[in-house]
C-alpha cells in the first residue's frame, strides 16, 4: 500500500513536470505543435493511468454497499433526517 502510494506521488510529478515542459516549449520556444502534444499527452496519463491509481489507492479496504443508494441506505438517510 505505502508502494503504491509513493508510484502515485512519483506519476503525478512527472505528469506535472511534463505539462509544464509542454507549457515552455509552447512559450518560449514558439513551437505549439510539439508543446499541445506534450500537454496531451500528459493529460492522457493522467487519466488513464493517475487517476486509476489515485482511486485504487482511495477506494482500498471500503466497502462500497455504504456508499450506494440502496433500500437500505435510503432508509436509514430517512430515518436520521426525521430525528
Do not use: C, H
Not at 507549457?23 to 496519463?45: H, N, P, T
Not at 493522467?46 to 485504487?56: D, T
Request: no cysteine.
Amino acid at each position: 500500500m505505502k508502494i503504491l502510494a509513493t508510484l502515485t506521488k512519483i506519476v503525478a510529478i512527472l505528469i506535472a513536470i511534463a505539462i509544464l515542459i509542454g507549457l515552455y516549449i509552447m512559450q518560449v520556444e514558439k513551437d505549439e505543435a510539439l508543446g499541445d502534444r506534450i500537454i496531451g499527452l500528459s493529460v492522457l496519463a493522467s487519466v488513464f493511468i493517475l487517476l486509476p491509481m489515485f482511486l485504487v489507492l482511495r477506494w482500498r479496504g471500503k466497502k462500497l454497499k455504504d456508499y450506494t443508494l440502496s433500500d437500505e441506505n435510503l432508509k436509514k438517510m430517512r430515518d436520521r433526517n426525521e430525528r
